[in-house]
């Protein structure tokens, strides 16, 4: 049976960044590479597997017991961030850890460090996979992909384990928040599902965040700058002025648990003309409208100053808290829970301060909570994941496996 660990650095090899300002499904081709390795891999343990049009790879163990069971479902997306490359990744594997920094040898003076990264003791005397410093490393979420295909492997190999039907899923673009856009839940065919996404040991999570995206235009107006009194609208600095009327306490770098915020993501422009990105969450639903209402009463107080046409908004939502969707079927946060300890996991309940492909499958009617698949410091070159927090994952989906079918 082949090594997780060798799996995971085959697939983080593979460059799968996705695109938001694309609009074709999956936003890059490049994705389909491993989308097609994998669907490859499934079929070749004899696992009945296919991809669709779209890229969702979908594949189908049989049940091995002689009755009826929920139909099971593990699934992971291949898509790394856009916010670092992903192309030519050098990993380092940093064995036997010793609890001190960790040089990124790809970028002379750059480490990871304790001081500032201070949950890494934690993984004292394990295996760290990191970085080289130039790319991030792809644990969100070839580790979750890594994880569900060596579990895969070993119900194929051993016919002895006891399971019910068991469904794979694989899917692009979720970094982009398009993941499941046109996943049809009706033919993956599960009943209940798990999203293997990112969050170190013990995570297990059934809240998400509400989001939406906010592009918001400037147009300025440029003049020679001799000439410009009274004239000249600078729509950097009309950019920034919007900016500043947002809550400075409310950005990420001051919020935590379930306090929403404002992101903005990226500034590009001229005197001429400027695009903000913005985005924006809350795990609360009237706050989050709120929010929006803020945004657009913003872009409304600029229009006012400079006159209409100054400034415009594009705000989309993304996904929903998927909490109302998975309450009524809580018996499958308890499985979770209960395949953790079984691996002697100590199980840790929280809100995640982002979103899953589970988010938008529950509100498909496929109840999905996300199980940690073991990494961290996700999407930049301080990305890392430990080799051990995969292996438990990966015991977690048998374990999983195993409770549904009793």
Known sequence: MEKIIDRFLRYISVDTQSNEESQTQPSTKKQLDLLK???????????????????????????????KVPRIGFISHVDTAPDASGSNIKPQIIENYDGGEIPLKGVPGLALKPSEFPEMVKYKGETL????????????????????????????????FKHGEIKIGFTPDEEIGRGVVKFDVKKFGADYAYTFDGGEVGELEYENFNAASAVIKIQGMNVHPGYAKGKMKNAILIGMELNGLLPVEQKPEFTEGYEGFFHIVSFKGSVEEAVMSYIIRDHDRDIFESRKSMM????????????????TATIKDQYYNMRKE???????????????????????????????????????????????AGGLNFHGKMEFVPLESMEKASKVILNLASLFAE
């Open 37 to 67: 390795m994998l669907n490859t891999e499934l079929n070749a343990m004899g696992i009945d597997a296919a991809m669709d049009e779209y890229g969702y790879v979908m594949g189908t163990i049989p049940s091995n017991i002689n009755k």
């Open 129 to 160: 996979i990191t970085t080289d410093g130039t790319t991030l490393l792809g644990a969100d979420d070839k580790a979750g992909v890594a994880e569900i295909m060596d579990a895969a492997q070993y119900i194929a190999e051993h016919p002895e």
């Open 296 to 311: 657009e009463k913003c872009v409304d107080f600029i229009n006012g100053k400079y006159g209409k046409g100054t400034a």
């Open 326 to 372: 998975i309450e009524p079927h809580y018996h499958i946060v308890e499985k979770a829970v209960k395949a953790m300890e079984m691996a002697g996991i100590k199980p840790k309940i929280q809100p995640i301060r982002g979103g899953t492909d589970g988010a938008n499958l529950s509100f498909k009617g496929l109840p999905c909570p996300n199980i940690f």
